[in-house]
């Protein structure tokens, strides 16, 4: 899909990675090291979309009149409360703790741009955990160590399987990347780029 659409992705997820892939699109990747800290004041889809741009701009990689540039950030909301990745076990633990008999948001912020322009949205999911036990819990750190995932979950795993009892919304933003919402707006961008 989108050949003439030289894609970027500029992210160490391995799941973004893989759904880029199984989107048919073949790309390239690069990196966006920066500090991922938001301004205070910040809430919810604020905060994911921050960070793809913030992202975005700490890429350098050099763009030619056909190239998308891809990033992404995805945080956890429990109410007014962010959740982004735990530091470690206890803080995992915790995490899964809060989010136990819970219904919360799980919002992915996406930045595409290119040589002249620049575009930021977002997509949220609703997901409801069961209550967690804490032989639960503790059995799903110390097998998957979520360490690299918003919220200490990957939904895809074993927590996903037995612990989400309900989704509304799309599946593949809980991973990281929300494939139907990207899929259109690179749509628009294969116009804009048809069109130079």
């Known amino acids: 899909m989108f050949e003439e659409i030289d894609f970027i992705l500029a992210s ?8 880029l892939s199984q989107m048919g699109i073949v790309y390239r990747t690069a990196e966006a090291e920066c500090d991922e800290v938001c301004p205070t004041g910040l809430v919810r889809e604020n905060i994911p979309l921050y960070l793809s741009k913030l992202k975005s701009e700490s890429c350098k990689i050099n763009l030619n009149k056909n190239s998308l540039l891809i990033t992404a950030d995805t945080v956890v909301c ?3 409360k962010t959740l982004g990745k735990p530091m470690d076990a206890k803080e995992a633990y915790n995490m899964l703790k809060m989010i136990s008999g819970k219904t919360h948001d799980v919002i992915t912020g996406i930045t595409l741009r290119d ?3 620049q575009k930021s949205f977002y997509s949220t ?5 069961s209550e967690l ?13 979520p360490f690299d ?8 795993e074993w927590i996903g399987m037995v612990g989400v009892s309900r989704i509304n919304g799309c599946f593949y933003n809980v991973m990281g990347l929300p494939t139907p919402l990207l899929y259109e707006e ?9 069109q130079k």
């Open 186 to 194: 690179i749509k628009q961008w294969e116009f804009l780029i048809d």
């Open 125 to 129: 999911t609703e997901v409801t955990i």
């Open 115 to 117: 040589i002249t322009h």
């Open 12 to 19: 160490n997820s391995p799941r973004r990675r893989s759904l």
């Open 149 to 156: 995932k918003a919220g200490a979950y990957g939904i895809q």
């Open 133 to 145: 036990s804490e032989k639960e819990i503790d059995y799903y750190i110390k097998n998957y160590k």
């Open 78 to 80: 429990l109410g007014d």
